[in-house]
Every structure is written in structure tokens, then in C-alpha cells.
T-cell receptor, first 113, second 112 residues
Framework: KAGVTQTPRYLIKTRGQQVTLSCSPISGHRSVSWYQQTPGQGLQFLFEYFSETQRNKGNFPGRFSGRQFSNSRSEMNVSTLELGDSALYLC????????????FGDGTRLSIL | QQPVQSPQAVILREGEDAVINCSSSKALYSVHWYRQKHGEAPVFLMILLKGGEQKGHEKISASFNEKKQQSSLYLTASQLSYSGTYFCGTVPLKNQGGKLIFGQGTELSVKP
């Protein structure tokens, strides 16, 4: 069974640009969550999608948005990039939500210059 | 709101035992435990639900004290492969379908 796939693995952007990250969950998983991981802040919850609907949202500015498609694949978009957005962005999938094991992808390493 | 993990770091010799604690100020519905090795994705270890306990791995077990909103992860007879950063994640009781909030992590190093 294929795991969670995130693309791209690495991205370098400059301030003010926007970026879209992609996450393909494990087949059959309908819940996809996104996390930002930095050395100082640890793993911070961004949002969770289930059946194409955002069910939960973390404390991030509106520049961070996402969506989920009918095949459960999810994308995350960050607009007007800031230096502080440099981080590892992880997505995790589960069968139906946060009270089940989360299966993480390898992440997208985003660097802002 | 973020759970507090202790200790922040621990160094063990192979074969030694360790306990990692996770405390929350909120009433909890579930507690998750994950291990992340450097440069890799976090890997699920186990989940403990209110009123129950589920083991995910041999020699690694956990408890969940619902009254104290605390969970402990027990690693017995540690192996080199246990090295990594351990994260607990909590789901509040009042928002059972809600956010999974992670602690800051505990870095575990197992030496030969």
C-alpha cells in the first residue's frame, strides 16, 4: 500500500511569492491534515480536510489556505510569502479524522529567500 | 493549549528504560504518540482513547490518566533504533473531532 506522497520535496521561493504544495493520501483515507514544523515552534496544526470540507483550522493567518479534491488529494497554498514561512510542511492522512492514527508524508521543505 | 512534554531530552544506554510524559491543561479525549527520526516523517506509535488503551508496538507502551490529563510513554530495554524525537499529540474532550495539537517533543538518544 503506497504511503502519503507530498510534492515537491523542496522549494525555494522569495518573499512576496505564492506557493502550492500537494499531498496524496493513502488510498481509502478521507481525512488530510497539514502541519508546519519549525525548530522553534515544533509541529503546528494548520488545517484538516474531510470529504472536500475544511473541518478544523489552526491559528495561522489567512495567507494559508487549502482545499481537498473528490479523490481526497489535498493542496495547501501560501500567498505573499514571508521569511518566517520557511519550514517543513507535513501532511498526514487518516481514515476519518484526528482520533485515528495519522500517517505522515515526508514533507515539503520550503525555504524563503 | 499545547501539551507539555518532559523531559526535553534524554540519553540512554542500550537496554535501559525510559519514560516520557505528556501533560495537558485541558480535558482530553485522546492522546497520540509519534516518533520522528532526523530527516524523516513522524511515525505513528500508538493512540490512547478516553476510557481505553491501545498498544502499537512491542516494548513500547503507554498509559493515559484521564483524571490528571496526563499520558506517559514507556520504552523498555531500549534499542539503538529507538533514537529520535518523540511527540505526543492531544485532542481535547470538548472538540473530539477537532485539532490534534502536538507537544514540543522529547529527543531520545540511545548509545551503544
Amino acid at each position: 500500500k503506497a504511503g502519503v506522497t507530498q510534492t515537491p520535496r523542496y522549494l525555494i521561493k522569495t518573499r512576496g511569492q505564492q506557493v502550492t504544495l500537494s499531498c496524496s493520501p493513502i488510498s481509502g483515507h478521507r481525512s488530510v491534515s497539514w502541519y508546519q514544523q519549525t525548530p522553534g515552534q515544533g509541529l503546528q496544526f494548520l488545517f484538516e480536510y474531510f470529504s472536500e470540507t475544511q473541518r478544523n483550522k489552526g491559528n495561522f493567518p489567512g495567507r494559508f489556505s487549502g482545499r481537498q479534491f473528490s479523490n481526497s488529494r489535498s493542496e495547501m497554498n501560501v500567498s505573499t510569502l514571508e521569511l518566517g514561512d520557511s519550514a517543513l510542511y507535513l501532511c498526514a492522512s487518516s481514515l476519518s479524522g484526528v482520533n485515528q492514527p495519522q500517517h505522515f508524508g515526508d514533507g515539503t521543505r520550503l525555504s524563503i529567500l | 493549549q499545547q501539551p507539555v512534554q518532559s523531559p526535553q531530552a534524554v540519553i540512554l544506554r542500550e537496554g535501559e528504560d525510559a519514560v516520557i510524559n505528556c501533560s495537558s491543561s485541558k480535558a482530553l479525549y485522546s492522546v497520540h504518540w509519534y516518533r520522528q527520526k532526523h530527516g524523516e516523517a513522524p511515525v505513528f506509535l500508538m493512540i490512547l482513547l478516553k476510557g481505553g488503551e491501545q498498544k502499537g508496538h512491542e516494548k513500547i507502551s503507554a498509559s493515559f490518566n484521564e483524571k490528571k490529563q496526563q499520558s506517559s510513554l514507556y520504552l523498555t530495554a531500549s534499542q539503538l533504533s529507538y533514537s529520535g524525537t518523540y511527540f505526543c499529540g492531544t485532542v481535547p474532550l470538548k472538540n473530539q473531532g477537532g485539532k490534534l495539537i502536538f507537544g514540543q517533543g522529547t529527543e531520545l538518544s540511545v548509545k551503544p
